[in-house]
């Protein structure tokens, strides 16, 4: 019998820390990312002829980014690396892919899912208007373009990113119009507790916020966004909002970064027909994985932020105990004492995550009150009000049925950035917890396909 | 959630488009209707389905059946107070070069066809292309009938349930039936939550699941669930009017597609996936998607600049002939059926119904539907 | 007018001509195609169904928000796509000349 066919899909940290892993134990996995260049999102790198040092891009993350594209470059020739390469179906323990027009599938014994996140979206009314980005997209700009989104930033939602971006974009002088945070300062008291279990990670936090103040920049908690003002001409003008003391407010700004923490890319552990389960402390539908990342199904297994948003930290080491466990049901050596170290590890991050979700809770309620006439979907241009009228009059009260009904969720990003607040607008609508609402299934082919792929012959 | 349930007239077990629509018309005609669906209402092949309100290409003999059907779909929206997207905008069926026999067979089709209310315009050549620029080289010949079109499949039965709500039907969705027998004169039937229903009609519209219901009642069908092979396209300006689709006796080949108001391209055909109705669950499989896309551009190769954005399936129920089961049980008298429409029983869904109603109210109709019958199968040995 | 992106740094790069809508567009190598069209440009292309001109949403190949057009008419993702020299842009939807039914 030859080697096992390992495949990772997703060549960020949990990628990266799986690849390593396994290459350790003498395998050589087939690394596909969609990526140019190795590295993921959050360590995400600048094109070759870029000259910005680590310490620039990455902030307190410098150490940690280097090391991992230091270690991913150290694979080169020991891994079958597919930059620039989709993953549009899985099926029958084969990997459907798509690269440069072309389709191939590949066959595999063991799938690393490690395909990160993207940004979580509650709609505000008007962030349809050109000139209104996420939160990510606005750091990718920076950091693989070496831009900014526009000459006035209203950084717009809530979490740990929402500052850092902020930070950077004031670092690499941007102009910042303000931070608007929605979750109440008081909560970030509350948790400190749990945010404890990283005190370097909440000790650079703090920091940032200080670095904030200190340009000058407005920074304001327990805001209700209320509505990206503009036009269709201009694209964004302004912002108006309710400050933490329940005052109306606008600011100018030409740009809106917008971002309410992440939410996993579930899809292909869906097109693998891995089982999901509701998450009560994010309001969210993850995966279902065992410590070590074993999803429902053999030989499919989870690691990073697709599987639960824990963290770059913790998707190496999520990464790393997945390619353990791989190697462990293919009858392979594992280092007991590595496992146990990790499993730890990952404790502690989970405890913080958990500390971030309580800090920067998602503000569901905000959903019930976004006016009618709020676009919900920006692919297809469905409205708050649409999806309401389906809800009230054809009694849609399950998240798939309100998508056939209102085709919120149907268009060609799939429900990434509007599904989870949908659901919340059924919930409120219909008077059911959101977690009855359910989820909106993940279909092939998760991003488009050109009908004009060309196959290579049977 | 357990006990006896209020008896009714008629209990309909399976809220697809047949079941939902014969309610509907049942109410219309005075019966008290109950309605049974294990999910929710329109979600497996009536709601799954590519949307092709097409009479042409139907046995000449379900014509009758499929004209009673066109003139309900042309008062949809006010019958069900609810836009379902119909359009009348036409239907074309193409055959190939490499295949010049289904070219004949199109003219023999078109002129049993005018007998049956059911005009066709034959072209070819030239003529086939100015029409319909965006057909390919290989295509030889086309059979159009404007009077033919599409509408939206996810809306249509719910809306058919909702006009049978409003009319005094009542709709029991995630009910799922458990057990149905003949109890002295009437039907009684059992839910997984624990209650018994009943009523003097049974009417079994359960699509994939209808063999399941019949067994019980001595009168086995040798149906088999597939999942259709369907797939949609960005929005693009709106221009192609009709439904197109390929006649050809290879699966893979039978390709179709339709262009929405709102400009996605609805595409369907090529080979069926499979389909687990005891799961629930239907898959598209990968390869069938490719070669859907590898005869698309055989048939309209100006697509290959569109990207599909999603690829679904449903369960749907296939019999040996291609034929649905419809009418009376040949052993149970009150036992009606109608399921199994073998993936094409989109259009004639409303002309079901009212046939169904029809014959359950007056004991009779005039649509042929004797070739549905259900001790035609041999029996299994 | 001034272009909705700004560029903050390593603008030294090798300079690339690319059309948009006809016109000449200096592109910097390295760049994605959305921000050489944004630093001098306020939009990519605008929604199909009427609201409006948009610019992108989450430069990560997620959203499909950036979609372009070649003068061919074929689709780009303009933040995954790397302008290259010569290159012939639309910002919209070519017509569907395919077609062109009565």
Known sequence: MGQPDVIIIGAGPAGVRAAEALVGAGLRPTIIDEGRRAGGQIYRRQPENFRRPYGELYGTEAGRAKALHDGFDALAGRVDYRPET????????????????????????????????????????????????????????????????????????????LYLVAAQYVKAGAGVAAVLDTSPFAARVAALPKLLAQPGVLRDGVALTLALKRAGVALHAGVEPLEVLGDADAGVTGLRFRDGRGRERAIGADAVALGYHLRPETQLADLARCAFAFEPKTRQWLPERDGDGRSSVPGVYLAGDGARILGARSAEATGRLAALAVLADLGLPVDAGELADLRRQVAGYARFAEGLAEAFPWPAAQAGKLPDETVLCRCENVTAGDLRRTVREAGAKEANRAKAFSRVGMGRCQGRYCGQAAAEVVAAEAGVPVEQVGRLRGQAPVKPLPIAIEEDAP | MSGHQPPSDVLVIGGGLMGTSAALFLRQRGVSVTLLESDLVGRQASGTNFGNVRRQGRPIGQLPLANRAIEIWRNANALLGSDVEYLQSGHIRVCYRERPEMADKMEAYAAEARHAGLELELLSGNALRARFPFLGPEVMAGSYSALDGHANPRLVAPAFARAAIRAGAVVHENTKVTAAAKVGDDFEVATADGRTFRATVLLVTAGAWGPLLS?????????????????????????????????????????????????????????????????????????????????????????????????????????????????????????????????????????????????????????PIDAYRVDRFPAAA | MQGRFVRLAETGRAQVTIHVDGAPVTALEGDTLMVAILASGRHLRRSEFGDGPRAGFCLMGACQDCWVWTEAGDRLRACTTQPAEGMRISTSQPGATWASLT
């Open chain 1, 86 to 161: 989709l993953v549009w179906n899985i099926a029958d323990r084969h990997v459907w892919t798509a690269a440069g027009g072309r389709q191939q599938a590949l066959p595999f014994d063991a799938l690393l899912l490690c395909t990160g996140a993207t940004d979580r979206l509650m709609p505000v009314k008007g962030w349809d208007l050109a000139g209104t980005y996420s939160l990510g997209g606005a750091q990718v700009a920076l950091k693989a373009q070496a831009c900014a989104i526009g000459r006035r930033v209203a950084f717009v939602g809530t979490g740990p990113l």
């Open chain 2, 215 to 367: 067994a019980q009642f001595g009168e086995p069908v040798p149906l088999v669930a597939r999942g259709p092979n369907m797939s949609v396209t960005e929005p693009v300006p709106y221009a192609i009017a009709p439904a197109v689709g390929v006649m050809t006796p290879v699966e893979e080949e039978t390709v179709y597609f339709r262009q929405v108001a709102r400009g996605n391209i609805v595409l369907g055909g090529s080979t069926r996936g499979p389909a687990y109705p005891d799961l629930v669950r239907s898959y598209v499989l990968p390869q069938n998607t490719l070669s859907q896309l590898r005869q698309l551009r055989r048939l309209a190769p100006a697509l290959g600049k569109l990207n599909i954005i999603r690829v679904w399936s449903g369960i749907e129920g296939y019999l040996p002939d291609s034929l649905p089961v419809m009418g009376p049980s040949a052993r149970v008298s009150g036992l009606y059926y109608a399921f199994g429409f073998s993936g094409s029983g989109f259009q004639i869904g409303p002309g079901v119904g009212a046939t169904m109603a029809e014959l359950i109210a007056t004991g009779s109709t005039a649509i």
